[in-house]
């Protein structure tokens, strides 16, 4: 079993950054692919950025592409998401995942273990 727990969503303005960290527990983190998704009211879970296991590569949801980083913290069990220029249409919940694939996927099945989410907000 994985226990995934994200913490540092909040409310911004348009253009301002966040970032988002998910602390993971009860597996060797380094075995693991992460992912970040997200959801919007009425809208689907959609992806939007994976590390593998060794933190390269990296992959973006075109959305989301030259503004968000990830990135991992090893020895802190720990991944990132830094999200700069932020937009009104990046407002959902965001959700750490975990599978265990060498590189993660895009898709909600390539993951096995999901954390409770996180609120963003971005008002214009």
């Known amino acids: 079993q994985v226990q995934l727990v994200e913490s540092g969503g909040g409310s911004v303005q348009a253009g301002g950054s966040l970032r988002l960290s998910c602390a993971a527990s009860?597996?060797?983190?380094?075995?693991?692919?992460m992912g970040w998704f997200r959801q919007a009211p009425g809208l689907e879970r959609e992806f939007v950025s994976a590390?593998?296991?060794?933190?390269?590569?990296?992959t973006y949801a075109d959305s989301v592409k030259g503004r968000f980083t990830i990135s991992r913290d090893n020895a802190k069990n720990t991944v990132y998401l830094q999200m700069n220029s932020l937009k009104p249409e990046d407002t959902a919940v965001y959700y750490c995942?975990?599978?265990?694939?060498?590189?993660?996927?895009?898709?909600?099945?390539?993951?096995?273990?999901w954390g409770q989410g996180a609120q963003v907000t971005v008002s214009s």
């Open positions: 590390i593998s296991r060794f933190g390269s590569p990296t």
């Open positions: 995942a975990a599978g265990f694939g060498v590189v993660p996927g895009q898709t909600i099945g390539s993951y096995a273990y």
């Open positions: 009860g597996r060797t983190f380094s075995s693991l692919g």
